[in-house]
Each structure stands twice: as C-alpha cells, then as structure tokens.
C-alpha cells in the first residue's frame, strides 16, 4: 500500500540554524499539509498547499516557515532560523482529492538545542 | 475557533476489557470527526469517521457515534487487545475545500496481557 514517507526521523539543530524537513507524499496526491506537535500538546495544523501555492496557513506558520515542491514528488518545510519552541514532532500528510482522507507520514522529530 | 477536547490520560486497560475514549467538539456548522491511531513508530492512521450527526463509525471492532446534541463523538471497543495499544486522537474538519483537521491532544493507551 503507497504511503506517505518522510526524512529525517530525527534531526537535532542549534538555535538559529536552517532546517529542511522533506516528505514524499503518495504519488496521485494533489493536496499536501504540514501539522506539528509539541511534546505533550495537541497536534496543531501549520499549512495546506494545492496546486504550486499555499491554500491556508496557521498563524504558527510565520515569516520562519515555508513550504516548496520543488520536483513533483518532494515537499519540504523550511524553518529558516530555528527557535527553542521550534521543537515538536512535525508531520506530513497528503490527500488524493478534496473532503477525502488525509494519510499521514511518520513525522520528524526536530530538537533545537 | 473550532476545537477539539479529549479526556486526560494515559489509560491502561487489562485486555478484553471495554474501553471507552471520551471526545467532545466546538465548530461552527457540521463538521466531519474523526478518530485516527498513531502505532508505535508508524504516521498517523485514519482508524474511523463519521460526516453527518447520528452517523456510526467502525472499524476493527472500534465505534464513534457523531452526537450533534451533546457535541460528542466518543470512542468505544467492546474488548481491547494488546494490539490495540497506541496513541488515540480525535479530530474534525470542516466540509469545505482543502480543510484542514483540528486535533485533540491524544491519548496514550496502554493494554497489558
């Protein structure tokens, strides 16, 4: 069964380095979204993209973030200056069409230190 | 803003035992709510869902019935097993384009031998 991917597992950074998390989603998705959770609260969504541009964005998702597909299979999230509160288990998930079910990769913990 | 409420856990449960999972919800309009299941290492996975009120969800031996008067949508199994150990997360969207899910903070369960 295809499923989304995504790299690294884990990634440790220090405050005020660049990260670049990267999914694949599964390959006939159209509709990607990014989603984070901070130890211990709830998962919260950062933002959706169709179509080459952002459709909706969580005010989470500042200046700091952005998002690229910048292949046709890849779909990063950029932190361009990691911040403590950075740290969480990020996840990606993509969706064949719209009002169908999100699939969900594995997530990435990031830890800035 | 929508939201989305679970009870506090972690919950351990002997197995065959009934479990129940209490979720409740605030959204405008009629949203889709979900539960989705996240095993040990493994992405997020759509355990079941239920889009109009008096709807049931089911899968695995798992319901949610979607109770639009006591904005509810409570998870249940007749007989846990230790399979069934994971996190929980309760969740809604909207019936929009490109919606996104609003989350609950998850519940960890626990089911021993």
């Known amino acids: 069964e295809p499923e989304v991917t995504q790299t690294p597992s884990h990634q440790v950074t220090q405050m005020g380095q660049e990260v670049i998390l990267r999914c694949v989603p599964i390959?006939?998705?159209?509709?990607f979204y990014w989603y984070r959770q901070i130890l211990g609260q709830k998962v919260e969504f950062l933002v959706s993209f169709y179509n080459n541009e952002i459709s909706e964005k969580s005010e989470i998702f500042d200046d700091q973030f952005s998002v690229e597909r910048p292949d046709g299979s890849n779909f990063t999230l950029k932190i361009r200056s990691t911040k403590l509160e950075d740290s969480a288990m990020y996840f990606c998930?993509?969706?064949?069409?719209?009002?169908?079910?999100?699939?969900f990769g594995p997530g990435t913990r990031l830890t800035v230190t | 803003g929508d939201s989305v409420t679970q009870m506090e856990g972690p919950v351990t449960l002997s197995e065959e035992a009934f479990l129940t999972i209490n979720c409740t919800y605030t959204?405008?309009?009629?949203?889709?709510l979900f539960w989705y299941v996240q095993y040990p290492g493994e992405g997020l996975q759509l355990l079941l869902k239920a889009t109009k009120a008096d709807d049931k969800g089911s899968n695995k031996g798992f319901e949610a019935t979607y109770r639009k008067e006591t904005t509810s949508f409570h998870l249940e199994k007749g007989s846990v097993q230790v399979s069934d150990s994971a996190v929980y997360f309760c969740a809604l969207s909207e019936i929009r384009a490109n919606s996104k899910l609003t989350f609950g903070k998850g519940i960890t369960l626990s089911v021993r031998p």
């Open positions: 959204a405008t309009g009629y949203p889709s």
């Open positions: 998930a993509s969706t064949q069409r719209d009002y169908s079910q999100q699939y």
């Open positions: 390959s006939n998705h159209l509709y």
